[in-house]
């Protein structure tokens, strides 16, 4: 699985660097995102809510977030 790494980036880089990664998916594919900004990740969320993509969020420790996105 693609990890994107989004360590010290904030918006809207990641935002821009997931969206390449979604035009390139193919159904039941996913990949990781690395971010390390709670504000990316409510962008992510916004714009996510707006697909049909699934996402799961983890923290996966104090102020740094995996999220996983799947094409369905």
Same mark, same amino acid.
């Given at each position: 699985m693609l990890k994107l790494d989004c360590f010290g980036d904030i918006c809207p880089i990641p935002i /821009?660097?997931?969206q390449h990664? /979604?035009?390139n998916?193919?159904?039941?594919?996913? =990949?990781?995102?690395?971010?390390?900004?709670?504000?990316v990740i409510e962008s992510l969320k916004d714009h996510l809510k707006k697909?049909? =993509?699934?996402y799961?969020?983890?923290?996966?420790?104090n102020g740094v977030w995996e999220i996983t996105i799947t094409k369905p």
């Open positions: /821009l660097k997931m990664e /979604l035009e998916l193919d159904s039941g594919e996913s =990949f990781q995102m690395v971010v390390d900004h709670s504000c697909t049909k =993509f699934i799961e969020v983890d923290e996966i420790m």
